[in-house]
């Protein structure tokens, strides 16, 4: 590993431990947060997140979110199209199967599942200065936890309820047990190969995945960050406030909005958000690509000016 020293002030060279790592200089002080700063580079440096996750149920069974990564890819080739020798690299991270433009300067991550999403964002977000985030990829809101019987879960609940002397008068107390008894489920069956398919009642329990996007300006607050909100069916006012809600929480500089409704065959309604609610209505996969790409290249630009 090369040792590559940068002045810069007001920090001393002498209080930094100084290392290189590809096309970003990464200057840490000790106890001090992670600082990045440029080498000389001829462009921006994008993270594009495309298509859906798969949780895994047993080894050949897995639940999946329905995305295909099309929008996504219209969008690392509208990057192309639109920034020409401005665009260094752009990370395009997906599972297997979801559409994958081909781009020279397109570099794949593979994943599998959102905890390896979150994984290879962390990883890219620790090691390069990025420039700007597109985080379209529909991630699972749920994983798998464990997997049992209607019937074990039943017997189980029995032999609780028959060790323990319970008052059930009160319905919220009932409500109370029956959930610390699912939660508490000791019967479960094991994942790690084939399930039989011979269960007449299987049960899936699921926990909730970390919202991913939350971590891009945590890592890297300075980077172009693109939200994506889809809803079935609301009135436009609340998909609008829903995504600025969005936008807000995670410090987005845009937020695509759009109604499930309203997406069918070559139509996608979009609506990308800005953070002071004005918005440009789009009406194709290709448009949404243009249009996010445009702004997100204006606001890269007016902050290089600066």
């Known amino acids: 590993m090369s040792i590559t020293f940068v002045r810069f002030s007001p920090l001393l060279e002498k209080d930094l431990q100084i290392t290189d790592v590809s096309s970003t200089i990464i200057a840490v002080r000790p106890g001090a947060q992670t600082r990045f700063f440029e080498r000389e580079r001829f462009g921006m440096n994008i993270i594009i997140t495309a298509g859906g996750t798969t949780e895994q149920i047993d080894q050949v069974r897995k639940i999946a979110n329905a995305a295909s990564g099309r929008l996504a890819s219209c969008v690392a080739r509208e990057f192309v199209r639109q920034g020409g020798t401005k665009i260094e690299k752009i990370y395009y991270v997906c599972e297997r199967g979801a559409i994958v433009p081909e781009l020279d300067c397109l570099e794949l991550v593979t994943t599998r599942g959102a905890e390896s999403v979150g994984a290879a964002l962390q990883s890219i977000l ?3 200065k990025i420039d700007a985030v597109v985080h379209s990829m529909a991630v699972s809101d749920y994983t798998v936890e464990s997997m049992t019987t209607a019937e074990d879960l039943a017997d189980g609940i029995a032999r609780r309820i028959w060790t323990r002397s319970e008052d059930f008068s009160d319905e919220a107390a009932l409500a109370d047990f029956v959930t610390d008894c699912i939660l508490q489920n ?7 190969n084939k399930v039989s398919s011979n269960l007449a009642h299987p049960l899936l329990a699921l926990r909730q995945t970390p919202k991913l996007i939350r971590m891009v300006k945590d890592l890297q607050p300075e980077t172009i960050l693109v939200g994506f909100k889809l809803l079935d069916g609301v009135p436009r006012e609340e998909l ?4 600025h809600a969005l936008l807000q ?3 987005c500089d845009f937020v695509l909005a759009n109604d499930l409704a309203e997406i069918s065959g070559e139509r996608h309604t979009g609506y990308l958000l800005a953070p002071d609610r004005r918005y440009e209505r789009c009406e194709t996969k290709q448009e949404i690509a243009e249009t996010i790409v445009k702004n997100v290249l204006g606001l890269y630009g007016k902050r290089k000016k600066k």
């Open 126 to 128: 620790a090691r390069e």
């Open 186 to 192: 000791d019967r479960v069956i094991d994942r790690s």
């Open 240 to 243: 609008l406030d829903t995504a």
């Open 249 to 251: 929480k995670n410090a």
